[in-house]
């Protein structure tokens, strides 16, 4: 044992002098890159170690944890080669100015993670926070408010974050310190500058934390906007994609929902009323009407229970207008709605009460019963 010890004290004695036999020999720059370099290998390694404990923790867990370790894995290892890196510069052989280089380049880097990881953190918040919800179900107001927030303030936040690291990466240089200061206090010649270049973007970024806050809209939302229907099928930190009932897209600026009017159907609850209109003759029996209406509405599927109305809601010259409500749980639930009780009812009218469709009448005198009158005509006065 002591033979083998010896031995490999041996070995490393001559591979010791080997190197201190080379050393002079190399570049100047050789000695502290190579230190560098091991420093970003051990980094890395290190990586590949945390991370692969992280995979096997989450490996028999669901897709949540699964992607939350994949979320990190970019942050995790530019944190690892960062702080490895930081104690490389320092031990490492280098020249001042070399030093200097390097502290400024880690100090960037630094403050890229903490921009990422916070963005990260964010996104990983909303996450956990968000799975309390599901817009999928029909009754999804509490979900569709508080997707639209988180959203919404996820986007701002992430402009912030972008503004504030920029200005801060600025103001770690000399020659333009001063348009990093004025970036985050908004003042000076640079500062006036700045605001006039991205008065879009501001104003948009004002215009989202508005909606964030009173929410005129949310996701999943019924709206008409440029008299188009459709639904907020995306809300993002400049602009907002309706989706047409035809599947058309309407992209809208973020801005236009806090100067524009519009219609939002869904603004305080997803239930809708969907209103019938039937033109239908003086002699219509609206007490048989209205009960067939609330046949077909109880044997709907579309109908949520609540309303179910008959009214004549106009009495013209020809004929009287009788306007049907009923209602549903969500805005493509009262379409359909609509449609079948429309459908429903022309063939009932056509079927079992055919003298309530419209007809024209024509009241005519005449002398004498050798004239040949009209179908339909009704013959008053006159010799018969």
Request: hydrophobic share 50%; proline share 4%; charged share 20%.
């Amino acid at each position: 044992m002591e033979e083998e010890l010896n031995q490999i004290e041996q070995q490393v004695a001559e591979i010791t002098t080997d190197i201190e036999e080379v050393l002079p020999v190399l570049p100047d720059w050789v000695m502290p890159m190579a230190v560098v370099v091991a420093f970003f290998l051990l980094g890395l390694v290190i990586f590949r170690l945390v991370f692969a404990v992280l995979n096997r923790a989450v490996a028999k867990k669901d897709l949540f944890w699964r992607s939350l370790v994949a979320r990190t894995r970019r942050p995790l290892r530019l944190g690892l080669v960062v702080a490895t890196l930081t104690v490389g510069v320092a031990v490492a052989p280098l020249s001042p100015e070399q030093t200097d280089f390097g502290q400024h380049a880690l100090l960037i880097a630094f403050m890229v993670l903490v921009a990422w990881t916070l963005h990260t953190a964010l996104h990983i918040w909303t996450t956990v926070h968000l799975r309390k919800f599901t817009l999928g179900s029909e009754d999804n107001f509490l979900a569709r408010k508080h997707v639209t927030q988180s959203r919404i303030m996820v986007r701002l936040a992430g402009w912030v974050i972008v503004i504030v690291v920029t200005a801060a990466i600025l103001m770690t240089f000399e020659g333009v310190r001063q348009w990093g200061v004025s970036l985050l206090a908004a003042g000076g010649a640079a500062g006036i500058v700045v605001g006039f270049a991205f008065q879009p973007v501001l104003k948009n970024l004002i215009a989202g934390i508005q909606l964030a806050v009173t929410q005129p809209i949310r996701i999943d939302d019924a709206v008409i906007v440029e008299g188009e229907w459709g639904w907020v099928e995306e809300i993002t930190g400049t602009y907002v994609v309706i989706k047409i009932w035809d599947w058309r897209r309407l992209v809208v600026p973020l801005s236009y929902f806090i100067e524009q009017p519009f219609q939002n159907w869904t603004r305080d609850s997803s239930s809708l009323i969907g209103g019938v209109l039937l033109y239908l003759d003086h002699c219509a029996d609206i007490k048989r009407l209205r009960e067939k209406t609330n046949e077909v509405c109880r044997n709907s599927d579309l109908w949520d229970g609540n309303v179910c109305h008959v009214q004549v809601n106009d009495f013209r010259e020809r004929v009287m207008e009788v306007r049907v409500l009923a209602s549903a749980r969500n805005a493509p639930r009262t379409y359909d709605l609509r449609c079948e009780i429309r459908e429903e009812l022309i063939t009932w009218i056509q079927k079992e009460m055919p003298e309530a469709l419209p007809r024209t009448r024509e009241t005519v005198s005449v002398d004498g019963s050798h004239r040949q009158m009209p179908p339909g005509v009704e013959v008053v006065g006159g010799r018969h």
